[in-house]
């Protein structure tokens, strides 16, 4: 089922030859956008495993993790808000035929494919 999303996007995005400049430079943007989104969303997954190590490390060890616990969740929460920002700009970019929740199928379960997608467009 998610194969078949990428599929469709990949469809929806090459279609942009068929359009006018305008819109694909709207498209351009829109996907730019997205791979910005992206790089920034792996980066806050990075930043957020390595607190949850730390707050991991400092429990075991009886070290108050109180302001550890504090940059985890700010950084949780900024995580989560560039994973939902990709996974709208996936369902706008191909105007509602992939929807919200496969939209985060794509980012969750076939990220690489959506990355390569992504570099071969733009």
């Not at 194969?3 to 996007?9: A, D, Q, S, W």
């Not at 806050?44 to 429990?59: H, I, M, P, V, Y």
């Not at 949780?76 to 939902?84: D, M, N, S």
């Not at 369902?91 to 494919?113: C, H, V």
Request: hydrophobic fraction near 40%; charged fraction near 40%; glycine fraction near 2%.
């Amino acid at each position: 089922m998610v194969f078949c999303e990428i599929f469709r996007l990949d469809y929806v995005l090459v279609q942009w030859y068929d359009i006018t400049i305008t819109k694909q430079k709207q498209i351009t943007k829109e996907i730019n956008i997205m791979k910005e989104l992206l790089r920034k969303l792996e980066a806050a997954e990075q930043k957020t495993s390595k607190l949850e190590l730390k707050l991991d490390e400092n429990f075991e060890k009886g070290i108050d993790t109180e302001k550890i616990e504090k940059l985890f969740d700010e950084a949780y929460k900024k995580e989560f808000e560039l994973y939902i920002g990709l996974a709208k700009k996936i369902e706008k970019i191909s105007n509602g035929k992939i929807n919200f929740d496969t939209a985060k199928k794509l980012i969750t379960e076939r990220r690489s494919e959506l990355k390569e997608l992504l570099q071969k467009i733009a």
